[in-house]
């Protein structure tokens, strides 16, 4: 694990996070109107939101490629792609089989973030909570998302719920490692 993170790293991380909750609020807005029925802006829609994680894995990967945690984010990465592919293929089945592929998505690139927030937590990048909290939400509403999926009214609505915290959390952790950046700035002048 490594101790000691690059400046670069962190205003890296800070944009990377800020991106991505913005991203995934503005996904949220844009899905919440356009689900119901499945369609294939829906179907797009779907798609692009594990590729949105897919491609922030990458670049957090090229920021910081230290051991275990390179190799979750990697994992996550290939992960969220597999997920774009399978709720592509999952939208033809109606929104049971997306919540099925969605939440297992959910459950297993949440114990990574989880993971990966762990790894993280130290004097450079903070306690991560924001994370951790966004990484065990997705773990256990993955698992709801499932439950639901075998009732009778399986619903995407809370698709946008989900995106909507998410992106929350990424923006609030983005906010926290700002100014921890500018805290530590003052205090070495």
């Given at each position: 694990m490594n101790t000691k993170t690059p400046p670069?790293?962190?205003?890296?991380?800070?944009?990377?996070?800020?991106?991505?909750?913005?991203l995934a609020v503005a996904w949220a807005a844009a899905f919440a109107s356009a689900h119901d029925p499945i369609d294939a802006l829906t179907i797009i829609l779907l798609v692009v939101y594990p590729?949105?994680?897919?491609?922030?894995?990458?670049?957090d990967l090229r920021a910081y490629q230290y051991g275990?945690?390179?190799?979750?984010?990697l994992f996550n990465g290939l992960l969220s792609t597999l997920a774009a592919v399978g709720v592509g293929?999952?939208?033809?089945?109606?929104?049971?089989?997306?919540l099925h592929v969605f939440g297992a998505w959910a459950v297993v690139s949440g114990a990574a973030q989880v993971l990966v927030g762990v790894l993280r937590r130290g004097p450079e990048l903070g306690r991560q909570?924001?994370?951790?909290?966004?990484?065990?939400?997705?773990f256990l509403v993955g698992i709801?998302?499932?439950?639901?999926?075998?009732?009778?009214?399986?619903?995407?609505d809370v698709l946008s719920i989900y995106a909507t915290g998410g992106g929350v959390f990424f923006i609030i952790q983005s906010g926290l490692l700002a100014w921890r950046a500018r805290r530590s700035r003052t205090q070495t002048v």
């Open positions: 670069s790293g962190t205003s890296s991380l800070l944009k990377l996070y800020l991106g991505r909750g913005v590729l949105i994680d897919a491609v922030s894995s990458l670049i275990s945690e390179g190799r979750l984010t293929l999952a939208g033809a089945g109606g929104p049971a089989a997306v909570w924001p994370v951790l909290i966004a990484g065990g939400l997705s709801f998302y499932n439950i639901q999926a075998f009732g009778e009214h399986a619903s995407l």
